[in-house]
């Protein structure tokens, strides 16, 4: 069931990189910001990317901590994808 932000579905039209359950967990509009190329919603991306902003430890794959831009990164919880500095 999706909430009012668009989590608890993947808005993927195409091919995704980014774990099912990863996509099902994150707001629509995160979705939207990653490069189609790695998760296909058919919205134009915005792309900061190519560096990690992990901290901590991350289930994200590498390649894609560096494809998406540090707001997606950060809007991740941190059981999934640490950025909170907590360990520097």
């Known amino acids: 069931m999706e909430n ?3 989590q608890g579905i993947s ?5 995704s990189k980014v774990p099912q359950k990863l996509q099902e967990h994150v707001p629509q ?9 790695i998760h296909d919603t058919g919205t134009p991306a915005t792309n900061e990317g190519s560096v990690s902003h992990a901290t901590g ?5 590498k390649h894609l901590q560096e494809a998406v831009p540090e707001k997606l990164e950060k809007a991740l919880p941190d059981s999934i994808h640490d950025t909170s500095r907590k360990g520097l």
């Open 57 to 61: 430890d991350s289930k994200v794959p």
């Open 11 to 15: 808005h993927a039209v195409g091919e």
């Open 29 to 37: 509009s995160v979705e939207e910001k990653l490069p189609n190329q």
């Open 4 to 6: 009012e932000a668009g």
